[in-house]
């Protein structure tokens, strides 16, 4: 071997010896370090956050008061409700003490730690403070531009999308949800503060609506009357209007409502003049009085206009839109009594058949004891009733009779009347000196004969 050959061999084995001492001092280092941060970390939390909180390096009763003591940045993102915090105590935080250090050293770990919520904090939550958050979001809003979906128009049978507004609002019902969610187990409630999202022409939501759109104007309603149906199709009678960014619809109604108008027009009885048939002759009953019936116009439109929106349609039965007397009859139909107070006659007609005819006494034709004209309907039926009421001079008078069948609430009705002299009756003339306080007084022999063909709710028809 040259001289210059083992010179270069020597400095080999010296670089390695340093390179082994170096080596052995990292290893070292290293191991120590190993050693020390693992004793160090046996009594601190090591890389760690709980609920969002930097604990890493703290000991479990360092940790418990940084975690008790904490807030949430209000400037930020998040809107802390005050009065909401519940305490940690260091059992609590030493379990997840416990669970951090089972776990490697190296890795970074996001926790939770969780105390329990008792049923009268839960409660105070929810009914006290939930309303604040509640009015603090509104307010908030209120300075906040809105944010307005796209909206799903129907114009002359044509459906259209009109892109929406992104606004800055906050979404209140997402963080009303969440609020109720920290409620049951967050040691402070802190809402993340999120924004309404316009949904696009071509999202899901409005896509979704435009289909449902679609689907309500195949609807079809069905009217039932007394004696026909109405079929109602969506497409004819809602031709304009649009689905709302809640999804619930508005529709021009207007064709719905002047046909129900229209028909009630028809088909209505209370208040109207009408015409009965006697003795082969047509009468005329002036307008007035309480019995017949009529359509409740509003409600009825709304009923059809709403269920031919509705996702299962319900058909509309009439009968359940009107009030009054007689529903389905035309005039008084067939069973009636008529009351000529011209000629003081009084006729009972069941099923068409004249039952009766009785002559009876009236009240005046004008003035205070006047017998009123029109269409009643007979109340209800009473035996053994005692009329009350004051006379022309202004004395009481108390009258015992057996049969009483009132067909007004000011007290006008049919009776029999004992008092009044048998001349009276059928007899016009004597009108002037015998006449009652607008009561119908039949004959005491011929009020039994009334009773027994009449009912309640039977129409009354009174003319001159």
């Not at 958050?133 to 459906?159: A, G, H, Y």
Request: hydrophobic share 30%.
């Amino acid at each position: 071997m040259s001289r210059k050959e083992k010179f270069s061999q020597q400095k080999k084995i010296k670089r390695n010896r340093k390179l082994r001492r170096f080596s052995a001092v990292v290893v070292l280092l290293l191991a120590g370090g190993f050693i020390g941060s693992h004793v160090y970390f046996q009594n601190h939390f090591k890389w760690t956050k709980i609920n969002d909180v930097n604990v890493s390096g703290l000991t479990v009763a360092q940790a418990t008061k940084k975690l008790n003591k904490s807030r949430i940045d209000e400037s930020g993102n998040y809107l802390v409700v005050k009065d909401s915090r519940i305490k940690l105590n260091s059992d609590d935080v030493k379990q997840l003490f416990k669970h951090r250090s089972s776990m490697s050293m190296l890795t970074s770990k996001q926790m939770n730690a969780q105390a329990e919520v008792s049923n009268k904090a839960y409660h105070y939550r929810i009914k006290t403070l939930l309303p604040k958050f509640e009015n603090r979001v509104d307010q908030m809003n209120m300075t906040r531009k809105p944010t307005i979906d796209s909206t799903i128009n129907l114009s002359n049978r044509k459906v259209t999308v009109k892109k929406g507004t992104q606004g800055t609002e906050l979404d209140k019902a997402s963080m009303v949800k969440d609020f109720k969610k920290q409620a049951k187990d967050n040691l402070l409630i802190s809402v993340k503060m999120k924004k309404q999202v316009a949904a696009a022409p071509n999202s899901a939501t409005i896509k979704n609506r435009q289909q449902a759109l679609q689907k309500r104007l195949d609807n079809k309603v069905t009217l039932k009357t007394y004696n026909k149906s109405f079929t109602f199709a969506a497409k004819k009678w809602l031709t304009n209007g649009e689905v709302t960014a809640n999804g619930h619809y508005k529709f021009d109604t207007s064709k719905v409502t002047h046909w129900v108008a229209k028909f009630a027009n028809k088909v209505d009885t209370l208040g109207k003049s009408l015409t009965i048939s006697k003795s082969g002759k047509k009468i005329t009953i002036p307008s007035g009085g309480t019995y017949g019936w009529k359509v409740n116009r509003q409600s009825l439109s709304n009923a059809i206009a709403k269920n031919l929106t509705q996702k299962n349609p319900q058909n509309v039965n009439l009968k359940n839109y009107v009030s009054g007397t007689g529903y389905g009859i035309n005039g008084v139909g067939k069973t009636y009594v008529a009351v000529d107070l011209t000629n003081l006659q009084e006729y009972i007609y069941k099923n068409g058949h004249l039952k009766a005819k009785i002559p009876v006494m009236s009240g005046t034709l004008t003035g205070g004891n006047a017998t009123p004209t029109g269409t009643y309907f007979i109340m209800y039926k009473q035996r053994h009733a005692t009329l009350r009421g004051k006379n022309s001079d202004g004395s009481k008078y108390a009258s015992p009779v057996g049969y009483w069948e009132p067909v007004t609430l000011s007290g006008v009705g049919l009776h029999d009347s004992p008092w009044q002299p048998a001349s009276v009756y059928g007899n016009p003339s004597a009108r002037a000196q015998y006449h009652s306080h607008g009561c119908l007084n039949n004959p005491p022999s011929q009020m039994p004969k009334v009773w027994k063909y009449t009912h309640t709710n039977e129409p009354v028809v009174i003319y001159k």
